[in-house]
């Protein structure tokens, strides 16, 4: 994870398909981050005007671990929708590369210099 004390405002999502189209035709500000799960794609861009890159952290017992990172902003739909899906099977689940901080996700309330 590039930015590792940006904090993120989470949307909870239950349906994979449209958080695939949410990740690839929507161009989201540094601070967003998705749950699905028990799993948070965090933006990890650097900006706005790049390729959308997320981290992947796993929410497991009581400890978010980053398993992953993905540029999910040159994938297509479709191929993101089937990275998210091998994600939720627990594909990613032993690549940890370490624990994340858990001031990094709010749910309410959020404003930063990145969406003010």
Do not use: P
């Not at 993101?80 to 099977?89: G, I, P, S, V, Y």
């Amino acid at each position: 994870m590039l930015h590792k004390n940006r904090v993120r405002n989470i949307k909870c999502m239950n349906d994979v398909n449209e958080l695939a189209k949410e990740l690839t035709q929507i161009t989201w500000v540094g601070c967003q981050g998705f749950k699905i799960k028990n799993y948070y794609l965090l933006n990890d861009s650097t900006s706005e005007d790049s390729a959308q890159e997320y981290t992947i952290v796993w929410a497991t017992k009581g400890v978010l671990l980053e398993i992953e990172s993905v540029t999910i902003g040159w994938m297509s739909t479709d191929s993101a929708e089937k990275f998210l899906r091998e994600m939720l099977n627990g594909k990613y689940n032993n690549h940890i590369y370490r624990v994340c901080n858990k001031k990094i996700l709010e749910t309410e309330n959020h404003k930063c210099a990145l969406c003010a």
